[in-house]
């Protein structure tokens, strides 16, 4: 199958406005037929964030974490060790690029994990986004906005031992979201957790949660709240979520509503299955053979 083919059949979804159903996930659900027109449309307004610049050096971390943006300017020794790059456990398939088509907002990602036989598998990773593209060796597959901070990102958790995702612990999934390393632990693990709501719908957990961040320059936690959801696809022993989050100040003032739609359109299934071999495209941009 072409790299259109695979396009087509995640973004299918997107554009009939669907909500999170199991049926909807099927790999036969989703495709559909296009000809020459629709695939110069798809890629024409594809924009790829893998061939951004670095992050410059100069990140000014506290700012990025209050409000999206990085003033630079010079930084301290500490500050320098904390703007080491968050680890969020995706690896993207070798020969893919993020992608997001800026007229609907669909955002596609080819990544590898593991499965339950101990082999590699590739899944299609997608989500609708009102941001773009965070660009940049800073980020993996993220999308944000950044005058204030509000956006989502994916993350891949470690094996869930062979758990449906109905049976995996809200626990689980928060130790791997907030873990030392991860994107929100800057200068520590986030503080005051709390889940607000878990529900389960078909093969999606949907989780609502607020935390607190540190700051460095003032020793202050800044509040947050976030949408989790996390699927395990077909085949594998790794659960994929997308959180999308905003300070708790913005949340209030109804950033909550586009991260509730940006949640709803979170797919993330089996890519078709080809002859090419699994690997892994490293944090620089080299491409890593699989076992």
């Not at 906005?145 to 994916?154: K, S, V």
């Not at 959801?229 to 100040?249: D, E, F, L, N, R």
């Amino acid at each position: 199958m072409t790299v259109t083919s695979k396009i087509f059949c995640l973004l299918a979804p997107f554009s009939a406005g669907l909500a999170l159903e199991p049926s909807l996930v099927s790999r036969r659900g989703m495709m559909i037929k296009t000809g020459a027109a629709g695939m110069a449309t798809i890629f024409g307004q594809t924009q790829a964030a893998w061939g951004a610049a670095a992050v410059q050096d100069s990140m000014d971390v506290d700012s990025f974490l209050r409000s999206g943006q990085d003033i630079g300017g010079n930084m301290g020794v500490s500050s320098q060790a904390g703007k080491s790059r968050p680890e969020t456990g995706v690896f993207l398939r070798d020969g893919s690029e993020v992608s997001r088509d800026p007229r609907s907002g669909n955002v596609l990602a080819e990544i590898i994990l593991q499965k339950n036989d101990g082999g590699k598998m590739a899944a299609l990773a997608s989500y609708s986004s009102p941001w773009p593209l965070a660009t940049g060796s800073f980020f993996d597959v993220e999308c944000r906005d950044g005058r204030n901070g509000d956006g989502a990102f994916l993350a891949v958790t470690q094996s869930v031992g062979g758990k449906s995702i109905a049976d995996v612990p809200d626990s689980f999934l928060l130790d791997n979201l907030l873990a030392p390393t991860g994107r929100f632990s800057f200068y520590g693990q986030p503080t005051d957790v709390k889940v607000k709501k878990s529900v389960t719908k078909g093969d999606y957990r949907l989780i609502d949660l607020s935390f607190a961040t540190l700051s460095q320059s003032t020793q202050t936690e800044i509040p947050r709240k976030a949408r989790l959801v996390a699927t395990i696809p077909a085949g594998s022993s790794q659960a994929v979520m997308m959180i999308g989050s905003a300070s708790t100040t913005r949340w209030n003032k109804g950033s909550d509503k586009e991260i509730f739609q940006t949640a709803d359109s979170f797919r993330a299934i089996p890519a078709p299955e080809s002859s090419m071999k699994l690997r892994k495209k490293d944090r620089g941009g080299q491409a890593l053979f699989l076992d």
